[in-house]
């Protein structure tokens, strides 16, 4: 199975600040990643697919780069209602499998 | 607006078995693929298996193969997953997801979970 690693596990971050966390593949997964935001107790949201495309409704402070094995989630400007935790996925192969997630907290 | 809303979770002792079901609506559910993920208490998300729009293709991560069963029947615009032999450690929430394709240059395409239900509460416990 491709493992998913992400960086950091944690942040601390105030509102305003931009906001970059890293996800690496095992091995090469072309661009077959997305990203997903998940606040307690709620159902995982889609933000980012196909590394770098944002998903419909996503406001645009969210973008995502990277191919191959190395990949990041960048939030622009940190808003309130980001704070949360963020997973990627990887769409390559089976079993898919998600990063142990990144949760990011109000400094 | 397209929606999934799961059922049928519960409290089962160790060994018993568990049918989950996944209500869709606002969409044409024979057109996705769909997908099961699990989260346990605490833990992160944990993609459990999908499968292709008309039933005929399914794919399971390897600590269920064997004891969960994806089915679906489009007529009733519903998912299942069929749980046997439960362990402690299958407790989780449990997640249905709508799997769209995304096409891109070349003859490319790309999933995504785009659509969530609000997640069916599993424990097994003796």
């Known amino acids: 199975a491709i493992q998913m690693t992400q960086s950091p596990s944690s942040l601390s971050a105030s509102v305003g600040d931009r906001v970059t966390i890293t996800c690496r593949a095992s091995q090469d997964i072309r661009n077959d990643l997305g990203w997903y935001q998940q606040k307690p107790g709620k159902a995982p949201k889609l933000l980012i697919y196909a590394a770098s495309n944002l998903q419909s409704g996503v406001p645009s402070r969210f973008s995502g780069s990277g191919s191959g094995t190395d990949f990041s989630l960048t939030i622009g400007s940190l808003q309130p209602e980001d704070f949360a935790t963020y997973y990627c996925l990887q769409d390559y192969g089976y079993p898919r499998t998600f990063g142990p997630g990144t949760k990011v907290e109000i400094e | 607006e397209a929606q999934l809303v799961e059922s049928g979770g519960g409290l089962v002792q160790p060994e018993e078995s568990l049918r989950l079901s996944c209500a869709a609506s606002e969409f044409t559910l024979s057109s996705y693929w769909m997908t099961w993920v699990r989260q346990a208490p605490g833990k992160g998300l944990e993609w459990v298996a999908n499968i292709n729009r008309d039933g005929g293709v399914t794919h399971y991560v390897d600590s269920v193969k064997g004891r969960f069963i994806i089915s679906r029947d489009n007529a009733k615009n519903s998912l299942y997953l069929e749980m046997n032999s439960l362990r402690a450690e299958d407790t989780a929430m449990y997640y249905c997801?709508?799997?769209?394709?995304?096409?891109?240059?070349?003859?490319?395409?790309?999933?995504?979970?785009?659509?969530w239900g609000q997640g069916t509460v599993v424990a097994v416990s003796p």
């Open positions: 997801a709508r799997d769209t394709t995304y096409y891109g240059p070349s003859n490319s395409y790309y999933d995504a979970f785009d659509v």
